[in-house]
């Protein structure tokens, strides 16, 4: 089991860590959830402990931060270094990866593998715009402004870090959204990596059973807590169940998601997990407002990404993993690999992994990616 956190090297970077919300700009649906929060048992307070009972796990240096973007909105960012390498500033050197996580997520759920990747460069991690820790401004309901939203975000991120070219990786929403910016800045993404990412198909148009005479719709099967956010998801904001809860939220996310609390077992013996998870999605809606105006549901996007990966350079190197056992569709892959070429894209199955291929098979992600780094410099 992990072990609280060296101070010395995470406390001081923490000291300016302003745990209000009040600079952040709200929506009329942020100022309803506000009314009663003794309704729902959280707070950002509760979220940073939650993250720092996760984090206590890394062993590496850990630089955790907030990142101020030039509109005031914050990133909350992690830097990791192994303070083991023999030669530093070769560490330094060598383009950095970025992981930008999915809907619903945050830098926690990188645990098991922000040491393993950063052992010979720098891993950043950040939590979206409007998820985790980060600010939760206010999101248009343009699907095409939503997006450019959060994209504006990581290029600003990129501009206030200092990071100059990165291997970029993404899951689900997140390689939605790497996708999105590296066809907007090319020339800062060296690698992207796709994990298992959302957003990516067209919706599938009604094919008619002769025999029949009915209309049939072929899709992949949605797992049971997808299909019950689903049924939400056409009148309120995707969370909105969890919040609408209130005391009874927290056991919701664990009758719903305890897949989360057997991924991360054997680092922890309690709900560390799925709390964290809670907290990151109990708080008032914000990436999940800019997620909806960017779906028509949660297995469609309105501006499928196939319809604009012919934008990306054709020489830029692209690697999608897909987990063997996820409900999103690998097919998308291959279609990507067809539109661009064989030449510099790659799709690549991950046996015994579901959605969250990152944390079902750690070993064979790290091993992966690490060899994808390494082909970068």
Known sequence: MCQLMDTATTTASMQNDCETESGNKTNWSSSFWSWWPSWRPTSMSL??????????????????????????????????????????AEQASKTPLVMVHGFGGGVGLWIRNLDALSRSRTVHAFDLLGFGRSSRPHFPSDAAKAEEQFVNSVEQWRQSVGVENMVLLGHSLGGYLATSYAIQHPSRVSHLILVDPWGFPERAKPTTN???????????????????????VSLFNPLAVIRAAGPWGPGLVNRFRPDFKRK??????????????????????????????????LGWAKRPMLQRVHLLPPSMPVTMFYGAQSWMDSSSGDRVAEIRGQAHTRVLLIDHASHHVYADEPEEFNRMVEKICKSVD
């Open 47 to 88: 979220l940073k402990t939650a993250e720092s009972k996760i984090l206590a796990c890394i062993q590496n240096d850990i630089w955790a931060r907030f990142v101020t973007l030039p509109n005031q909105d914050r990133i909350w960012t992690l830097s990791v270094t192994n303070k083991a390498a023999p030669k530093p």
């Open 210 to 232: 002769e025999s029949q005479g009915t209309e049939v719709v072929k899709r992949p099967t949605l797992p049971r807590w997808a299909k019950a956010i689903v049924t939400v």
């Open 264 to 297: 991360f077992e054997d680092l922890f013996d309690d709900n560390t997990m799925t709390e964290y998870i809670y907290h990151c999605n109990a708080q008032n809606p914000s990436g999940e407002v800019g997620f909806r105006a960017m779906s028509e549901t």
